[in-house]
């Protein structure tokens, strides 16, 4: 089973950025696409995009377009996802996922909260 | 991109059989057998049990199986068991290149 490693949770004031990091082990992380999923208190999942970490080829949600980047380093197998212009509505616990090769989410991340709060 | 729509919550007893909708349109659920599904437990990640409609992952159990009809996929979950009880989430690929989940079923496990 593949493991993907998340970043600490983070408190941010309104307004700001975040990034939250996700690294992958070294086969996984050049073959697969890097989804990025959100999920609010007690709300369900919420899909932001996806990354091709060998390529760096983005695709994002419409919701997020223009406040949302996702890349990648392939020297240390990490994807990170930025969020700008945080308000309250973006606090939320964030999951990197790997895509299974088949349209598929097979392996999660533990989550990252992101607090928004001033 | 609209959340493919999900009842709020079903129920069933133990042994007992329950079906899961999740409904989209001709451009996800419709438009591709790329549906698959995802169980939460509290304060855990998401699992996948199901992928491309109706395939298991390995290590999922038998009991879990999907089915797709137009734009309406099901989940359908035999022999409930106490340990089904948590929230699952369907998700499937659209036409913009895209993934939208459902809004989430609640599972009581009577």
């Known amino acids: 089973q593949v493991q993907l490693v998340q970043s600490g949770a983070e408190v941010k004031q309104p307004g700001a950025s975040v990034r939250v990091s996700c690294k992958t082990s070294?086969?996984?992380?050049?073959?697969?696409?890097i989804h990025w999923v959100r999920q609010a208190p007690g709300q369900g999942l919420e899909w932001l995009g996806r990354?091709?970490?060998?390529?760096?080829?983005?695709i994002y949600a419409e919701k997020f377009r223009g406040r949302v980047t996702m890349t990648s380093d392939s020297s240390i197998t990490t994807s990170y996802m930025d969020l700008s212009r945080l308000t309250s509505e973006d606090a939320a616990v964030y999951y990197c996922?790997?895509?299974?090769?088949?349209?598929?989410?097979?392996?999660w991340g533990r989550g990252t909260l992101v607090t928004v709060s001033s | 991109q609209s959340a493919l729509t999900q009842p709020v919550s079903v129920s069933g007893s133990p042994g007992q059989s329950i079906t899961i909708s999740c409904t989209g349109t001709?451009?996800?659920?419709?438009?591709?057998?790329?549906v698959s599904w995802y169980q939460q437990h509290p304060v855990k990640a998401p699992k996948l049990i199901l992928l491309?409609?109706?395939t298991r992952p390995s290590g999922i159990s038998g009991r879990f199986s999907g089915s797709k009809s137009g734009n309406t996929a099901s989940l359908t979950i035999s022999g409930l068991q106490a340990e089904d009880e948590a929230d699952y989430y369907c998700?499937?690929?659209?036409?913009?290149?895209?993934?939208?989940f459902g809004g989430g079923t609640k599972l009581t496990v009577l």
């Open positions: 996922a790997k895509d299974g090769g088949r349209h598929d989410l097979d392996s």
């Open positions: 070294r086969n996984s992380f050049i073959d697969f696409y």
């Open positions: 990354i091709i970490p060998k390529s760096g080829v983005t």
């Open positions: 001709s451009s996800d659920v419709g438009g591709f057998n790329l």
């Open positions: 491309q409609v109706n």
């Open positions: 998700c499937s690929y659209s036409s913009s290149d895209t993934w939208v």
